[in-house]
Nanobody, 115 residues
Framework: QVQLVESGGGLVQPGGSLRLSCAAS????????MAWYRQAPGKQRELVAA???????NYADSVKGRFTIFRDNAKNTVFLQMNSLKPEDTAVYYC?????????WGQGTQVTVSS
């Protein structure tokens, strides 16, 4: 099993930055890739950024050039650096980890972009 714990959310003004963290523990050697999703009120959960093992990262069009997904393997942590934040980025952000058999989710962290 894999456990995921997100942190780093909060309230930020438009144009500001936040860095989200997702710390993985448990059977991390089984993880094939990790990703960040978000869900705004009344909307479906959507992919923000993905980082497959040994593959290219990919981003939603709405965040390209503003968000960056990267990892620190020594800390078993994946990050989402979010710059130039917009009110429409407001959502609960979730990280997930995909193994051969299971997709694991974290509990989510709230990001609110507002003046």
């Amino acid at each position: 099993q894999v456990q995921l714990v997100e942190s780093g959310g909060g309230l930020v003004q438009p144009g500001g930055s936040l860095r989200l963290s997702c710390a993985a523990s448990g059977s991390i050697f089984t993880i094939n890739g990790m990703a960040w999703y978000r869900q705004a009120p009344g909307k479906q959960r959507e992919l923000v950024a993905a980082m497959p093992n040994g593959g290219n990262t990919n981003y939603a069009d709405s965040v390209k050039g503003r968000f960056t997904i990267f990892r620190d393997n020594a800390k078993n942590t994946v990050f989402l650096q979010m710059n130039s934040l917009k009110p429409e980025d407001t959502a609960v952000y979730y990280c997930n980890a995909l193994t051969k058999r299971t997709l694991y989710w974290g509990q989510g962290t709230q990001v609110t972009v507002s003046s």
